[in-house]
């Protein structure tokens, strides 16, 4: 792991340290999931926007694509997939 040192204004700070006391966290823990949830967020708003696939999606979130269109149900994103891609996807699954 690596370390970095970064200046933050006094506002982020605080955020910082209410989402640290929010979850019980120290504040580098905080600070590594805010990042997190930063870049989850803004490969989600990617995706929306047409800029990524739904596997590039799960790429850049190293998830299966499974669980990316379960994470776009989570945030009411409609799954990217029809009823009968579905059905197929099932059958196939059966037959293994």
């Known amino acids: 792991m690596s370390v970095i040192s970064l200046r ?4 982020d700070l605080e955020r910082l340290d209410e989402f640290s006391r929010l979850e019980r966290k120290d504040r580098s823990t905080a600070a590594r999931e805010l990042l997190d949830y930063g870049w989850e ?7 929306k926007g047409g800029k990524l696939s739904l596997e590039g999606l799960a790429k ?3 998830i299966s694509i499974s669980e990316a269109i ?3 149900a989570e945030i009411g994103t409609e799954a990217p997939i029809e009823f009968e891609d579905y059905l197929e996807g099932f059958k196939v699954f059966k037959n293994k």
């Open 8 to 11: 933050l204004k006094d506002r």
């Open 41 to 47: 967020f803004l490969m989600l708003k990617h995706y």
């Open 70 to 72: 379960d994470l776009l």
């Open 60 to 62: 850049k979130l190293d």
